[in-house]
């Protein structure tokens, strides 16, 4: 995984004209919709493509000449880390300047394209990623970046009077920890996990629910208290918080599972989005754990993207 480090920048480029190669300038000026005068500016979230040195280098021995800074499209050219492994939301900040990763990769163009044209392959769609601008700025050759990875910020709540009191061990709990951290490793992004256990108390779960929104927590999940007994009150709670809730995923899981096992369809388990924190009120088995993380990873990174405000369709 790659941690926080300067990089280089090598070359800054622009093209007037789509599908044409960029050519070198002694500066560009970024703003609101990406490089002053570039023709891939624009109001949408590919505003800067960056590619490394590190795939030029990769690339020269299949082309079997030297290639030119800017000949794959490329807005910036770096030299420092593989910007292949970066993920949406890492940044790369400088003294005036702040750009947010927004996609890794693209459809490869084809004959539009003039480095494939020439090769037949092009490195860009394969390794390139895109940015759009955060902070206004200009940069040139010779600056650096620090690169920032996004870390997520993860919560799992178990809410049991009788856990919360030692009289016996939380299970589910560590199961959520378990799964959530398995999905994020298989990502290869960067996470922190937080848990606690609290009673079926409505208010000391609204104190934390309203915590996690106030400190940007990027997934809040619950298990517990999703039943219609007396303290069952978790998706009561977290309905009440939420700004817009996403009934589908729930939805779905109970039909699969009820299907088989009525019972499952008494769930009352909801999820949405509070703030920048997605929500998931989970039921507080272990078997019920496996079954709702199965469905709800499925869906994640999707919605970590769409929370972006970019169309990853």
Not at 18 to 45: F, M, Q, S, Y
Not at 119 to 133: A, D, H, L, Q, T
Not at 221 to 250: F, S
Request: charged content about 30%.
């Amino acid at each position: 995984m790659l941690t926080e480090q300067k990089i280089k920048i090598l070359s800054v480029n622009i093209s007037t004209k789509k599908g044409t190669v960029k050519l070198p300038v002694e500066k560009i000026v970024l703003n609101d919709l990406g490089v002053e005068g570039d023709a891939h500016a624009g109001e949408w979230h590919r505003q800067i493509s960056l590619l490394g040195i590190e795939s030029f280098n990769r690339f020269k021995e299949m082309a079997r000449r030297d290639i030119n800074f800017g000949e794959f499209a490329e807005n910036i050219t770096t030299q420092g880390i593989e910007l292949v492994n970066t993920k949406p939301g890492d940044r790369f900040i400088g003294t005036d300047l702040d750009l947010e990763v927004t996609q890794i990769g693209k459809a490869c163009h084809g004959d539009s394209c003039a480095i494939y044209r020439e090769v037949g392959n092009c490195v860009m769609p394969k390794e390139g990623i895109f940015c759009r601008v955060l902070r206004h700025g200009m940069l040139k050759a010779g600056d650096e970046l620090t690169f920032h990875p996004k870390i997520y910020k993860i919560q799992v709540i178990t809410l049991s009077d009788r856990a919360s009191r030692g009289v016996y061990e939380d299970k589910s709990g560590p199961e959520v920890v378990r799964l959530i951290s398995e999905y994020f490793d298989t990502l290869k992004w960067q996470f922190t996990v937080e848990s606690t256990i609290i009673p079926d108390d409505e208010e000391l779960l609204r104190v934390n629910l309203a915590k996690a929104k106030e400190e940007n927590y990027d997934l809040l999940i619950t298990t517990g208290g999703t039943g219609i007994g007396p303290r069952d009150i978790t998706p009561d709670v977290a309905r009440q918080m939420i700004d817009k809730e996403i009934p589908g995923i729930m939805e779905m899981i109970r039909v699969k599972y009820g299907s088989e096992k009525p019972n499952a369809l008494l769930s009352r388990s909801v999820a949405g989005i509070m703030g920048e924190t997605f929500v998931y009120t989970l039921p507080g088995s272990v078997k019920a754990v496996k079954e709702y993380m199965e469905e709800i990873t499925k869906t994640l990174k999707h919605l970590f993207i769409m929370r972006m405000g970019i169309d990853g369709h």
